[in-house]
């Protein structure tokens, strides 16, 4: 079993939908969760972190933590095309800042 | 509040060879990790320092070896280097210690072994 496990895709959706991601992970020490958005040539780039059960909004990203199911899951509302990206789940672990990655999943919004 | 850089941007190099690349985290930051990022494996820890000390390491071999200095910038060295070795090497600056650090990736630098 991997450490993060995340649907590869592609997700497609249309422009002005909810795209929603979706990952799960394997250490139940994890603390901390993020979730980074990485363009096809690009670094990954922060987009949110999560570190209490339940939902947390920022702009038209939310995120949504449930620890006893070992599930972190991302919605983007009104998606937009400059969003198609692919979209990576990292758990952080109780020491340290290593983060565990999962293979990420490729989002595509169609005009 | 200028971000994480790195340099080289990009590098050629041939197998056997050594490379060393350099990383200058975000101001005030006291922590960087490193990361390796190749199609194949994705997204893979190397391994972090804080204040001065390798704090975790992922499981690379010993070619892959790195250091922070007292102004908490960061060098990782890869020594004789294999066509495997060839991808993007991240760096991620983070504030320091305690559970809900966030980590800021500068450009990378993507190695290429021929």
């Known amino acids: 079993q991997k450490e993060v496990e995340q649907n590869s895709g592609p997700l497609s959706v249309p422009e002005g939908a909810i795209a929603s991601l979706n990952c799960t992970y394997s250490?139940?020490?994890?603390?901390?969760f993020f979730w980074y958005r990485q363009y096809s040539g690009k670094s990954p780039e922060l987009i949110m972190s999560?570190?209490?059960?339940g939902d947390k909004e920022d702009g038209r990203f939310t995120a949504q933590l449930n620890k006893a199911s070992q599930y972190v899951s991302l919605l983007i509302r009104d998606s937009q095309p400059s969003d198609s990206a692919t979209y990576l789940c990292?758990?952080?672990?109780?020491?340290?800042?290593?983060?565990?990655f999962g293979a990420g999943t490729i989002l595509r919004v169609k005009s | 509040k200028a971000g994480v850089t790195q340099t080289p941007r990009y590098l050629i190099k041939t197998r056997g060879q050594q490379v060393t690349l350099s990383c200058s985290p975000i101001?005030?930051?006291?922590?960087v990790s490193w990361y390796q990022q190749t199609p194949g494996q994705g997204l893979q820890f190397l391994f972090e320092?804080?204040?001065?000390?390798?704090?975790n390491k992922g499981n690379f071999p010993g070619r892959f070896s790195g250091r922070q200095f007292s102004n908490s910038r960061s060098e990782m060295n890869v020594s004789t280097l294999e066509l495997g070795d060839s991808a993007l090497y991240l760096c991620?600056?983070?504030?320091?210690?305690?559970?809900?650090?966030?980590?800021?990736f500068g450009p990378g630098t993507r190695l290429t072994v021929l």
């Open positions: 991620a600056s983070s504030l320091g210690d305690g559970n809900y650090n966030e980590q800021f």
């Open positions: 250490d139940r020490v994890s603390q901390s």
């Open positions: 999560i570190y209490s059960n």
């Open positions: 990292a758990p952080k672990g109780k020491y340290g800042n290593k983060l565990v």
């Open positions: 101001s005030g930051h006291r922590s």
């Open positions: 320092y804080f204040s001065e000390t390798q704090r």
